[in-house]
C-alpha cells in the first residue's frame, strides 16, 4: 500500500502561482510513476500532468503545458506541482496519484492506470 497526502491548495488570484505537494509512505517512492488529476464540479477528474520514475520524463495535458511543471524529490519522496499564470478555469480538486512501474521512462495518463489517491486538496482561482 502507498498512502499519498495532498498540500498546498487555497484560493489564489488570477495570474498568481501555487505549488502543489503530494507526500508518499508505506513503499519505496522511487519504484512509482507519478501523476496528477483535477476534478472539477460537475465534471470528470481529468489528467494534468505525469512524471515517470526518472524525472526528466514528464507529459503534460494541453491545457495546461506551459503553465504548469510536474517534479519529484525521490529523497523526500514527494511529487511537486508548481502552477504559474493559474486562471479561474483552474479551479478544481486537485489529486496525485501512485502506479508501480518497472519501466524507469514509463508514465500514466489515464487515471484507469493509478492504484494509488490522494485525498485531493482544492485549488481556487478567483478573478
Known amino acids: 500500500q502507498v498512502q499519498l497526502v495532498e498540500s498546498g491548495g487555497g484560493t489564489v488570484q488570477a495570474g498568481g502561482s501555487q505549488t502543489l505537494s503530494c507526500a508518499a509512505s508505506g513503499r519505496t517512492f522511487s519504484n512509482y510513476a507519478m501523476g496528477w488529476f483535477r476534478q472539477a464540479p460537475g465534471k470528470e477528474r481529468e489528467f494534468i500532468a505525469a512524471?515517470?520514475?526518472?524525472?526528466?520524463?514528464?507529459v503534460y495535458a494541453d491545457s495546461v503545458r506551459g503553465r504548469f511543471t510536474i517534479s519529484r524529490d525521490n529523497a523526500k519522496n514527494t511529487v511537486y506541482l508548481q502552477m504559474n499564470s493559474l486562471k479561474p478555469e483552474d479551479t478544481a480538486v486537485y489529486f496525485c496519484?501512485?502506479?508501480?512501474?518497472?519501466?524507469?521512462?514509463?508514465?500514466?495518463?489515464?487515471?484507469?492506470?493509478?492504484?494509488?489517491w490522494g485525498q485531493g486538496t482544492q485549488v481556487t482561482i478567483s478573478a
Open positions: 512524471i515517470a520514475r526518472i524525472s526528466t520524463r514528464t
Open positions: 496519484a501512485a502506479v508501480e512501474r518497472v519501466n524507469l521512462f514509463t508514465y500514466e495518463t489515464s487515471k484507469t492506470n493509478y492504484d494509488y
